[in-house]
T-cell receptor, first 109, second 112 residues
């Protein structure tokens, strides 16, 4: 099956810093989503981005499908950005999602 | 729109017992998928239901079974619980053949 690798596994920032999280996948995908998991376990949808670039406030994401990677950018980080960020891919639209192991982000005040 | 709702939020069971978890999908969605997330890991796909049938299944034993009802809600059943079944169980809903999946808040199962 498809493999998903996320880097870095852990990231510690000071409030106000910028960061880039990476997701590599091993095969063609028709679905790619970024999630933020809060301390209570809820997965919050950040982006649905199988290709191209999207922006939502301080967050943006880019997927280069032909090179099998996606990047999540967080600018001017805040303590509330802390948590685990997951990339998940699907080989076809609506199919099962395969998750990476996540990036644990800690933003210190 | 209530989003995806799961019940219960927490559950403690004894080894060997059986458990049933429930999920109501987001309004307008007809497909429900279940995932298991062990501590410190990413969620792992268990199975997916559409039109009351299991459509895809991950690498989980037959002790894990499910059901989808005509109103699109779903149940996950786990028989003969093992300590290793302790995890966060997440339900996701989507439209069949559609795009974005949305997750519920999860059920945290502890097996003692």
């Amino acid at each position: 099956g498809i493999q998903v690798e996320q880097s870095p596994p852990d990231l510690i920032l000071q409030e106000g810093a910028n960061s880039t999280l990476r997701c590599n996948f091993s095969d063609s995908v028709n679905n790619l989503q970024w999630f933020h998991q809060n301390p209570w376990g809820q997965l919050i949808n950040l982006f649905y981005i199988p290709s191209g670039t999207k922006q939502n406030g301080r967050l943006s994401a880019t997927t280069v499908a032909t090179e099998r990677y996606s990047l999540l950018y967080i600018s001017s980080s805040q303590t509330t950005d802390s948590g685990v960020y997951f990339c998940a891919v699907g080989e076809t639209s609506g199919s099962r999602l395969t998750f990476g192991e996540g990036t644990q982000l800690t933003v210190n005040p | 729109d209530a989003g995806v709702t799961q019940s219960p939020t927490h559950l403690i069971k004894t080894r060997g017992q059986q458990v049933t978890l429930r999920c109501s999908p987001k309004s307008g969605h007809d497909t429900v998928s279940w995932y298991q997330q062990a501590l410190g890991q990413g969620p792992q796909f268990i199975f997916q239901y559409y039109e009351e049938e299991e459509r895809q299944r991950g690498n989980f034993p037959d002790r894990f079974s499910g059901h989808q009802f005509p109103n699109y809600s779903s149940e996950l059943n786990v028989n003969a619980l093992l300590l290793g079944d302790s995890a966060l169980y997440l339900c996701a809903s989507s439209r069949w053949g559609g795009t974005e999946a949305f997750f519920g808040q999860g059920t945290r199962l502890t097996v003692v």
